[in-house]
């Protein structure tokens, strides 16, 4: 079955720094997706990471604030900068490939102190 | 784009009763449709799935189904037990957007001993 993995699954960050996730997906997939799930809140999209070409932002998100890399199609980082306790979330990855191949990460939970 | 709605928000149940949660969507090139659940202070988990090629899919007390004509999708939770109180989310995958998840809103779900 597919494989996507997020590092790190649970981290505790202090305000004002910078903190990057990693999602690896064990195929190639044309896109990847980054979300942001806040406390007590669904799942909302923050960007969509293209290979070879910058990262679209949704409404409400920066590049400054969410830095994305995406160097090759099975890997892609997201990076929240100067964090502050508004930023404690889970962040998740999902990619996709054609009409069957669909994968979604676990994960990484952030806790701003 | 996809619009997923996601009703109730809140369900109480007493224990052994039924639950249903019901998902409706916009997008007719949707073909996946996975659910979450989501227990508190944990990320969120994939309990059931299902594609756009099958009606209804069981997984013991669990079941997904799909009516692909009224594009809505309805999780179905028998003999519900305490351990099934969480948050429960929807979600729509289509192809034509790189396989982007479009989650519902959530479902609060408190089973009463």
């Known amino acids: 079955s597919a494989v996507i993995s997020q590092k790190p699954s649970r981290d505790i960050c202090q305000r004002g720094t910078s903190l990057t996730i990693q999602c690896q997906v064990d195929?190639?997939?044309?896109?990847m997706f980054w979300y942001r799930q806040q406390p007590g809140q669904s799942l909302t999209l923050i960007a969509t990471a293209n290979q070879g070409s910058e990262a679209t932002y949704e409404s409400g998100f920066v590049i400054d604030k969410f830095p994305i890399s995406r160097p090759n199609l099975t890997f892609s980082t997201l990076t929240v900068s100067n964090m502050s306790p508004e930023d404690s979330s889970i962040y998740l990855c999902s990619g996709g490939q054609g009409k069957d191949t669909i994968y979604f990460g676990e994960g990484s939970w952030l806790t701003v102190v | 784009g996809e619009n997923v709605e996601q009703h109730p928000s809140t369900l109480s149940v007493q224990e052994g009763d039924s639950a249903v949660i019901k998902c409706t969507y916009s997008?007719?090139?949707?073909?996946?449709f996975p659910w979450y659940k989501q227990e508190l202070g944990k990320r969120p988990q994939l309990i059931i799935d299902?594609?756009?090629?099958?009606g209804e899919k069981k997984d013991q007390r669990i079941a997904v189904t799909l009516n692909k004509t009224a594009k809505h999708f309805s999780l179905h939770i028998t003999e519900t037990q305490p351990e099934d109180s969480a948050v429960y989310f929807c979600a729509a995958v289509a192809p034509n957007t790189g396989n982007q998840f479009y989650f519902g809103t959530g479902t609060s779900l408190t089973v009463i001993p």
């Open positions: 997008d007719s090139a949707s073909n996946y």
């Open positions: 195929s190639q997939v044309t896109m």
């Open positions: 299902i594609r756009s090629n099958v």
